[in-house]
């Protein structure tokens, strides 16, 4: 596939992420910022895969487009474009219109996602009461519809069935359903794996693959597991302490990473080969909120890092179409492939 | 949390129906007509005729009682359930949007719940007239804070969990995720208070009647009976007792019914 003519489903511009200021006294520049000049497209059809440590902003860039920051966070900046509107400067009543809709998000816990008081058909049928869906024929018709898409069995029983009787994966796939119930355009997944068993795991990773082939649904994909992406996503993004570093095609960025950042965490992943040697690991530790950031973020922890790193922000290099890092050592020049893999 | 019920609820169910079923029987069927004095017998100890006795004006006091019940139940209900409606909707609505509002609030039901409750209650029945009326319309206000609390602080554990953030990522609003996704989880909390709020609203009502504020004679009113009692408390005890012995049966009932819906669901 050659760069096909896709129309961008999402595009994020320069998202910015900050605390909330309490008092109005401070000024702007001394905001906090857990996500800054965040950039994403998601195409029709595609699997966008967001990878990077613990509290570098992957959610919040996540709940941004959802329009469900935390009370304690707020937008500086940026635009959220989805299929043509802002986002960002949609009231509440439109974006609910959308919300659960044609864009939709899973979360990372399961047990605790589903309403403990409800029955799984309620919640079930909730998107679509709350998407003019209104006959109770029809309701039970994609509700069906939806159930069978994820593989669950036996429907009739588990309709009436409350949350605490079902295990994580069911209750992982109950809440995919959900988020197809209204067939959306994109589902943002927030490390849906990630409180499952491996085995568990792989099904809900194919069932998801298969969503997005069999109904063109994009597929926005939070994890910090490099397998995981490399499994199920065609583009990823490489964030660290609220910036994308790298980003492109999987082909290109996981087998042949230009940030040090991003080969530092490939490194740190266990393979047969590396039994018995110690694993890898990148030294240092994300830095807080509120140290003071100049330079590149990652300079501190940088094994090649000189001094123009530590002044200033790198800006997005493009090594090719499909390959872009933000990072001072990378040279255009050295870089092999211009090819997208 | 326990599975099943305790004691406790069982005993306050018990008490509370037998209440209740005496209080409903006397709108069919009293053993005298209430409102009737027969001067010959005036004073009489409890006797099978009169098990609870007769007091000064010779009005049979069992009747009395059953009557009385009526309303004392009635006032309870309705300011109770008047309140924790209220109580209920500000309560959640500051709750879950939290904010400036909340606070502003909050300071407002701090003062009003520094206030002894009595004395707000006083102050409106001096303000407004003394009536049945004016002693909902009070304790009404009376109990309006403390459901608001309640209410509040639930919202505020349950607002934050994951599947409220599901509700909304499916479209929903925010007045449907209270109503619809997290009232329903918060019934438990608002039974018990309901059922202890009715209790004391028993014993409030019962105060300012006890006080000649509340319910007006000649409508029975177990606190009323109370204070027209304590002026023949020696010759005629039983007619302290009657009263007496219900406010404390009823409350208890309602009050061990209360623990016991807290214990099993909170
Ligand atoms: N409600 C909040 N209040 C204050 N800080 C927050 C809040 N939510 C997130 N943060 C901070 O913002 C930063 C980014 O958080 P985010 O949840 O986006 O991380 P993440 O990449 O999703 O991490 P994880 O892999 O642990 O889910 C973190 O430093 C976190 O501490
Ligand atoms: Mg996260």
Redo the contacts between chains.
């Keep these: 596939m050659r760069a096909p003519a896709s129309q961008s489903l999402l595009r994020v511009e320069h998202l910015g992420v900050g605390l909330r200021q309490r008092q109005r006294r401070q000024k702007r520049q001394h905001t906090i910022r857990a996500v800054e000049d965040v950039s994403l497209t998601v195409n029709a059809g595609e699997i966008v895969g967001i990878v990077g440590e613990s509290g570098c902003g992957k959610s919040l860039t996540a709940l941004s487009v959802?329009g469900?920051l935390p009370?304690a966070m707020e937008l500086v900046g940026g635009s959220i474009v989805f299929e043509n509107e802002r986002l960002d400067q949609l009231r509440?009543?439109n974006l609910?219109?959308?919300?659960?809709?044609r864009l939709?998000?899973i979360?990372q816990?399961p047990m605790?996602?589903?309403?403990?008081?409800?029955r799984i058909g309620r919640?079930l049928a909730?998107?679509l009461v709350?998407?003019g869906v209104s006959t109770a024929g029809a309701i039970r018709e994609r509700v069906l519809e939806a159930m069978g898409k994820v593989g669950l069995r036996d429907p009739e029983t588990l309709l009436r069935a409350y949350p605490h009787q079902l295990s994580g994966g069911m209750l992982q796939r109950v809440?995919i359903a959900?988020a197809i119930v209204c067939r959306p355009r994109l589902i943002i997944a927030d490390e849906p794996t990630t409180a499952l068993d491996v085995t568990t795991q792989a099904q809900i990773l194919r069932l998801l693959r298969q969503i997005n082939q069999t109904d063109q649904t994009s597929i926005l994909f939070i994890s910090h597991d490099l397998g995981v992406i490399n499994q199920i996503c065609d583009q990823v993004l490489v964030m660290y302490a609220g910036r994308i570093v790298e980003r492109g095609t999987v082909g290109n960025v996981l087998w042949h990473p230009v940030h040090e950042y991003t080969k530092g965490l490939i490194k740190s992943i266990p393979t047969r080969r590396s039994k018995g040697a110690p694993l890898p690991s990148i030294r240092g530790r994300v830095p807080a909120l509120a140290e003071e950031k100049a330079g590149c973020a990652f300079a501190p922890r940088c094994p090649a890092a000189h001094s123009q790193c530590f002044l200033e922000v790198p800006d997005e290099l493009a090594l090719s179409d499909f390959h872009q890092v933000n990072c001072f050592l990378a040279d255009v020049e050295s870089e092999m492939e211009y090819v997208r893999i | 949390m326990s599975r099943r019920w305790g004691l406790e609820a069982k005993i306050g169910a018990v008490l509370v129906a037998a209440v209740m079923a005496l209080s409903v029987l006397s709108l069919v069927y009293t053993p005298h007509p209430v409102y009737e004095m027969v001067s010959g017998a005036r004073d009489l100890a409890p006797s099978l005729t009169h098990p609870f006795g007769t007091d000064s004006f010779g009005r049979d006091q069992l009747s009395r009682i059953m009557v009385g019940g009526r309303y004392t139940i009635l006032v309870a209900l309705v300011t109770v359930f008047g309140s924790a409606l209220i109580g209920s909707a500000i309560g959640l609505t500051i709750g879950y949007f939290?904010g400036a509002l909340d606070t502003a609030v909050m300071r407002l039901v701090d003062a009003l719940s520094a206030f002894p409750g009595i004395l707000l209650a006083l102050i409106f029945v001096a303000v407004l007239p003394a009536s049945s009326l004016t002693i909902v319309i009070a304790l009404l206000i009376l109990f309006i804070p403390g459901f608001t609390r309640i209410m509040r602080s639930s919202m505020l554990t349950w607002r934050n969990?994951?599947?409220v953030?599901?509700?909304?990522?499916?479209?929903?609003?925010?007045f449907?995720i209270i109503t619809r996704?997290i009232f329903?989880?918060l019934l438990p909390v608002l039974l018990s208070a309901l059922i202890i709020g009715l209790s004391n609203a028993i014993l409030a009502e019962a105060t300012l009647s006890f006080l000649g504020l509340g319910i007006q004679p000649p409508t029975p009113s177990w606190g009323r009976m109370l204070a027209e009692a304590q002026s023949h408390l020696f010759s005629a005890p039983w007619c302290a007792v009657a009263p007496g012995l219900m406010i404390i049966l009823t409350v208890l009932g309602f009050h061990f019914l209360g623990e016991g819906i807290r214990k099993r669901y909170c």
């Design positions: 959802m469900l009370a509440e009543r609910n219109a959308i919300r659960g809709n939709t998000m979360f816990e605790s996602s589903l309403n403990p008081l409800m919640q909730e998107p709350l998407h809440m959900a | 939290s969990l994951d599947f953030n599901t509700a909304l990522v499916m479209g929903a609003g925010h449907r996704h329903p989880n």
